[in-house]
């Protein structure tokens, strides 16, 4: 882990696209400012925590339940009736 020290106003420089400045220091809460493309995902780590463990649940959940059967439709009896080859004249 790379451990920095900043005040406020000054900045860290994350790849060339994601900047990342400490706005304000109110006792023990630090309020960052963070920069980036639109599409990168920022997430608060305890948010993203929990959406890791929801997503590990549900994919152990899925691996254990067998897989469902699914109904028979009208189509596939169909496909029991026997086909009459036509002779070409």
């Known amino acids: 882990m790379l ?3 900043r005040r406020i106003n000054e900045s860290i420089q994350i790849g060339t ?4 400045m400490v706005i304000d220091v109110r006792g023990d ?6 920069t ?3 599409s990168t995902q920022i997430w608060r780590k305890e948010l ?5 463990h929801e997503n590990r649940t549900a994919a152990e ?9 699914l109904p028979l439709s009208t ?3 169909l496909s029991k009736i026997p086909t009459v080859k036509v002779k070409k004249q």
């Open 3 to 5: 451990v920095l020290s």
């Open 17 to 20: 696209d994601i900047e990342v």
């Open 29 to 34: 809460i630090v309020r960052l400012g963070i």
């Open 36 to 38: 980036a493309p639109q």
């Open 48 to 52: 993203w925590d929990v959406i890791v």
């Open 61 to 69: 959940a899925s691996r254990e339940s067998s897989t469902p059967s």
């Open 75 to 77: 189509f596939s009896k």
